[in-house]
């Protein structure tokens, strides 16, 4: 993120410091550089030995970056609403919740994130591909709505 900082969020000279685009993400991305930088240094010099196992266990965590490239991914073809649902049953499986109880929470999750996201907060996420084989009034209800 770091050395992308200056691509994602620009800076402009003529305006006000801190009502720059760039100015908080670059507080937050310099920040978690220098601490994480920090805090490695620190578990390094103090303990190399559970530093190994620290690091295993971060790089495990990259798995749900995965998770979420492929949701990324899905939203296009499948759409927003099945896909969020499934997503987060399956992440919900993932994480070892195996009760139908747990899993429609995990599915009523789902669709409240979507109804947020996309009625609330209007947020504009293109059509799925697979809306195309919808009929025209569904489709456009679907398209606008979830």
């Not at 609330?120 to 398209?143: C, H, T, W």
Request: proline content about 5%; glycine content about 10%; hydrophobic content about 55%.
């Amino acid at each position: 993120m770091l050395s992308q900082l200056g691509e994602q969020a620009k800076f402009n000279p003529k305006g006000k410091f801190f009502a720059q685009p760039a100015v908080w993400p670059g507080i937050g991305v310099f920040g978690m550089t220098f601490f994480g930088g920090l805090h490695l240094f620190t578990r390094y010099k103090h303990r190399v030995a559970g530093t190994l196992g620290e690091f295993f266990t971060w790089v495990r965590a990259l798995e749900f970056v995965g998770w979420f490239m492929v949701y990324v991914f899905a939203v296009p073809l499948i759409g927003y609403l099945p896909c969020t649902i499934v997503f987060t049953v399956t992440l919900a499986l993932r994480m070892g919740y195996r009760s139908g109880k747990m899993l429609c929470w995990a599915a009523i999750a789902g669709l409240a994130i979507v109804v947020v996201f996309k009625t609330l907060l209007q947020v504009k996420i293109p059509g799925a591909a697979s809306y195309e084989y919808l009929p025209d009034a569904l489709r456009n209800f679907m398209i606008v709505y979830f």
